[in-house]
């Protein structure tokens, strides 16, 4: 793993990168962690190379402010780490605010994407009129005014299908503790105002996936992918598990990106430099059947 960080507009934006391959940039939600990702990046890291950061004012990067957060400055940055990180052009995979990000980043700067993966984005917007989830973020925003950044935290744990079934890496739990304030007070605002641009994305040159996980279905923050994908008209994928999967099954979760991406990434017939030239691949650990 190699890390380092980036010199952006009023922000150092913190970033990890792995493997070698097509560039693969990973988007987090809610406290904009690198952690997040970790597990799931040294999977693909055979594969892909794996970019993944701390969003503008969250943990180990800079920026933040008292001024509401813009959802523009956030695909500006996710573009800035593609022109100077992946060279140009990557893959996108985001979940939950970070595939909001990433909606917004391929209507915005389309020129460097190679296909985006908006995992579970809780585009309320999106819902029918009067549908009660609709209310999501302005509820949990009269919450953090109320009773301040913990009293909204465990609330937000509590509407996530999964939390507390399994244990967050403890460096990952500590920063995003750190984060809360940021995220209801400056970040909330932006997520909950956001409508995906139907006409932008429905025009962009490279392949769009929407999907939800199994455990997911019927809540809050998985039902709007499907209205987008409908919308846009693009597939709509179902994944394993739960909101955040790539946490607490990480290997799972890497395996079903990993199909999921190296299809969008060979459309054209194209196959990856590890199997064009017949390079053996490395093995990083052996199978447990090997070890019986």
Not at 90 to 115: D, E, K, M, R, Y
Not at 123 to 150: H, I, K, T, W
Not at 169 to 179: M, Q
Not at 194 to 208: H, I, T
Request: charged share 25%; net charge negative; proline share 7%.
């Amino acid at each position: 793993m190699r890390s380092d960080v980036l010199e952006t507009d009023g922000a150092r934006l913190y970033h990890e990168v792995r493997g070698n391959g097509p560039a693969l940039l990973m988007i987090s939600g809610a406290g904009g962690d690198a952690g997040y990702y970790t597990a799931v990046a040294e999977d693909l890291a055979d594969a892909f190379t794996v970019i993944t950061y701390d969003r503008r004012g969250n943990s180990r990067s800079t920026g933040r402010s008292a001024s509401a957060s813009d959802l523009a400055r956030q695909a500006a940055d996710a573009r800035r780490l593609i022109e100077v990180v992946a060279d140009g052009r990557a893959l996108v995979f985001g979940n939950s605010a970070g595939a909001i990000i990433g909606l917004t980043l391929a209507a915005s700067h389309p020129q460097v994407l190679a296909g985006l993966v908006a995992h579970e984005p809780p585009a309320v917007n999106v819902l029918p009129d009067g549908d009660p989830d609709r209310s999501f973020f302005d509820d949990m925003a009269a919450l953090y005014a109320e009773g301040g950044a913990a009293a909204a935290g465990r609330r937000f744990a509590a509407t996530t299908r999964g939390e507390g079934t399994y244990r967050w890496p403890e460096d990952l739990w500590k920063r995003f503790l750190d984060n809360r304030d940021h995220l209801f007070g400056t970040e909330w605002p932006c997520f909950a105002g956001f409508r995906p641009d139907v006409a932008a994305l429905r025009a962009v040159p490279f392949p769009v996936v929407l999907g939800a996980g199994a455990a997911d279905r019927g809540a809050y923050y998985a039902r709007p992918s499907v209205e987008i994908a409908r919308r846009i008209g693009v597939p709509w994928v179902e994944f394993p598990g739960m909101h955040m999967e790539f946490l607490r099954s990480p290997a799972l979760f890497a395996a079903a990106l990993r199909v999921l991406a190296t299809g969008m990434l060979t459309a054209e017939g194209r196959v990856p430099p590890q199997w064009a030239d017949g390079s053996a691949p490395t093995r990083k650990r052996e199978h447990p059947a090997e070890t019986a």
